[in-house]
């Protein structure tokens, strides 16, 4: 069973800086699809950035400009570099890798706590 290792979390003030990362537990598959997601206190969980296994990336507007996803494919590991904190960036974040197939397998992080002070 792979398991996604989420780690960077942590408690910053407005306009600093974090950086998430995720690990998956074997480099056995090549993911198509890596995303981040997130779940704000008493909100639904929202996509906030994807990258595909050809580099195409995606992101939610209330990050563009601040977030950047990237991918080391050699370690099938997933960042995201949060820059410009804002107290609504205050969420869960939670790590998704995907791979097309029969059956697909779609896997998901422990989540990681992001508190934005202001």
């Known amino acids: 069973q792979v398991q996604l290792v989420e780690s960077g979390g942590g408690l910053v003030q407005t306009g600093e800086s974090l950086r998430l990362s995720c690990a998956p537990t074997t480099t056995a598959f090549s993911f198509n699809s890596m995303t981040w997601y997130r779940q704000p206190p008493g909100k639904e969980r929202e996509l906030v950035a994807r990258i595909t296994n050809r580099g195409f990336t995606v992101y939610a507007d209330s990050v563009q400009g601040r977030f950047t996803i990237s991918r080391d494919s050699a370690k099938n590991t997933l960042y995201l570099q949060m820059n410009s904190l804002k107290p609504e960036d205050t969420a869960v974040y939670y790590c998704?890798?995907?791979?097309?197939?029969?059956?697909?397998?779609?896997?998901w992080g422990q989540g990681t706590q992001v508190t934005v002070s202001s």
């Open positions: 998704n890798m995907f791979m097309n197939g029969s059956p697909p397998l779609n896997y």
